[in-house]
Every structure is written in structure tokens, then in C-alpha cells.
């Protein structure tokens, strides 16, 4: 099972600022280093973490595979088929959503999904869905003729009895059979963190996961004790 990390939170915290740091893209050179198979991000239409600057960035340094996360507005399409990301991921965007809330609707929106999908692919870009385990989205995505989906992982995450969370897995590794049937690369994520993950990894079928905010946040607190260290050699060696 691979693992695709994603960066955003990286920017996030650059962002708050406004500065350059932390870096994304030296985020994503420690995440390679450290075994990622790919490096994700979200260019969100309000670039509120993720700028067309660090995608442009990334296209040049990383070495595994460049997975851009995009909505579908004329505008981030464009700057999908110009930078030429390894993958492009497509979700669904509300500007006011904290984090992408639920699935791409393929089937509502199938023309459109497909009319785009082509265009990434005549640019040799791989293209992804990002959907719910579900049978109508899943077979609409295989008609868009797309070559892989992401499974939305939010429910099971989501899950409040063990119980449920065992109805989700099973939902996750029916969907996972039912789209490789079809043909279809399976991937998942959304929500997985340190507690929920190792169920996910067991399903077979699914090739890879793609996780963000709980290894930024787990970075965070790993890493705290050796940036306080550091900033206090700095002050006791000057005073
Ligand atoms: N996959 C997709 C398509 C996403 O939009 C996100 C969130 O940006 C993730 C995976 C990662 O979710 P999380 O940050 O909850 O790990």
C-alpha cells in the first residue's frame, strides 16, 4: 500500500504569516526522504494555503509523483494543464467548507467531469475522481473513462460506534472490488489519522492512501521538543 502525503497544512501555517516559512516544498523533500510514495496538494480557488508559485515549485522538485488536488473552475483547470502535475485529482469546492466535505458528484456533473478529464489526459496528466464509496459514482466515473478514483474515507473516519465504523469498512472494500472490476485504480483517504488508518491499509484492492492533516499535526508535536532545544542553545549560547 503506498502513501501520498498531503502538504497543504504546510502552507496553512507559511500563510498565517505571510512569510516563507514553513516551506512546502522543503516539506515535501522531508516526506520523500521519509518514504512517500507521492507528495499531494490542494490549489483551492481562494489560495487560502497552497499558491500557483509552490505548484509550480513542486512540478520542478519532486521526485516521486506531483498529485494536484483541483476543483473544477476554468481557472485552476488552466493552471493544471499548463503545469503538468504527474496526477490531478478532482474534488468537489465550497468556498466556505473547511476541508473538501464529500465527494465529486460524477453523476450530476458527468459531462462536464469528463470534458475536463479528457483535456488532462490529452496532456499525458493521470486523472483521478475524488468519490464516495458509492455503485452510481463509481460507475460513472469508469465511463468518464478516467484512470482512477479516491475513495472518500469521511464516513468511516467519521464513525462514532465501532459498529459503524465496521459498516463503513465493509462499504470501502465492496466499492474498492466493485471499481477495480471496472477497471479502475482504487485509492482512499480523507480523515485517516494515526488511530484509524490500519483497518483502511487492510483492504485489498486499494493502492494507495493519501493523508494530511494528521501527519502535519503529528510533525508538529514530534517535532516541538527539538525546536525548543535548538531556540534555547541559541539564547544560552549568546547570554
Ligand atoms: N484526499 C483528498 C481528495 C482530499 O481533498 C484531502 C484533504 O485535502 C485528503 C485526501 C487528505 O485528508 P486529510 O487532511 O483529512 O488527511
Redesign the pocket.
Known sequence: MKL?V?I??VATVRQSRGGDEPDPIMAAKICEGAGADSI?C?LREDRRHILDADVKMLKKSVTTRLNL?MALSPDILDVALRLKPDQC?I?PERRQEI??EGGLDVVRYFKKITRAADLLRQKGICVSL?IAPEKPQITRAAEAGVDMI?L?T?CY?NSRTRSAAQKQLKTLSDMTHFARDLGLTVNA?????YANTAPVARINGIEEL???????SRAITTGLQQAVKEMLAIIRTAT
Open positions: 501520498g498531503n497543504d497544512h499531494v490542494h488536488e485529482t474534488v476541508t473538501t475524488f479516491e472518500h469521511g473516519a483517504g480523507h480523515g485517516l489519522n493519501n493523508i494530511g492533516h494528521s501527519i502535519i
